[in-house]
């Protein structure tokens, strides 16, 4: 990976920071809180320090007081570095994503904790609490379900049976 200072030498660098802040900013501007959101989740830093002021280089890297040349340059090479690893992440979750969409152990994982989110989104049960009442309306599904299973597939063989003998 090149940094900024690789792409753009020194003497050039104003007028193509330029172009680079207001794209930055415009993206930034509009996705703003879904960014920093995902981009903490993930474990990725954003606070960029200098001497005893630091901020988020994603919600504040144009509001800076120092405006001189090295400290302008650090400021948006933080900010690149911080959005290259976000997108590394981004990257690396699809490719994993999209191995997990066929996958049927996954799907049963899935459905085997659909009743713990439900019970979580409409706010009956809460952390620790949601898994336990999961687990009991498994308890009572799991037992009644090969019930069910089992006799009809009794009824049906019996069904066969009764229809070997008519022949």
């Given at each position: 990976?090149?940094?900024?200072?690789?792409?753009?030498?020194?003497?050039?660098?104003?007028?193509?920071?330029?172009?680079?802040?207001?794209?930055?900013?415009?993206?930034?501007?509009?996705?703003?809180?879904?960014?920093?959101?995902?981009?903490?989740?993930?474990?990725?830093?954003?606070?960029?320090?200098?001497?005893?002021?630091?901020?988020?280089?994603?919600t504040?890297?144009?509001?800076?007081?120092?405006?001189?040349?090295?400290?302008?340059?650090?400021?948006?090479?933080?900010?690149?570095?911080?959005?290259?690893?976000?997108?590394?992440?981004?990257?690396?979750?699809l490719?994993?994503?999209?191995?997990?969409?066929?996958?049927?152990?996954?799907?049963?994982?899935?459905?085997?904790?659909?009743?713990?989110?439900?019970?979580?989104?409409?706010g009956?049960?809460?952390?620790?609490?949601?898994?336990?009442?999961?687990?009991?309306?498994?308890?009572?599904?799991?037992?009644?379900?090969?019930?069910?299973?089992?006799?009809?597939?009794?009824?049906?063989?019996?069904?066969?049976?009764?229809?070997?003998?008519?022949q």
């Amino acid at each position: 990976m090149q940094s900024l200072g690789d792409l753009f030498p020194e003497e050039s660098f104003p007028g193509a920071k330029n172009r680079w802040a207001s794209l930055i900013d415009s993206g930034l501007s509009t996705n703003a809180g879904i960014v920093l959101r995902h981009v903490k989740r993930a474990g990725i830093s954003t606070t960029y320090t200098k001497g005893e002021k630091s901020a988020c280089v994603l919600t504040h890297y144009d509001y800076w007081p120092d405006s001189s040349f090295q400290w302008e340059f650090k400021r948006i090479e933080a900010l690149m570095r911080v959005l290259n690893g976000a997108i590394g992440i981004y990257e690396e979750r699809l490719a994993a994503a999209k191995r997990e969409r066929w996958n049927p152990l996954i799907w049963i994982a899935w459905m085997a904790q659909w009743p713990k989110f439900v019970l979580e989104r409409s706010g009956l049960a809460h952390g620790k609490d949601a898994g336990e009442k999961a687990l009991t309306f498994w308890k009572w599904v799991i037992p009644y379900g090969l019930g069910v299973l089992t006799s009809s597939l009794w009824i049906k063989l019996c069904g066969l049976v009764k229809s070997l003998r008519a022949q």
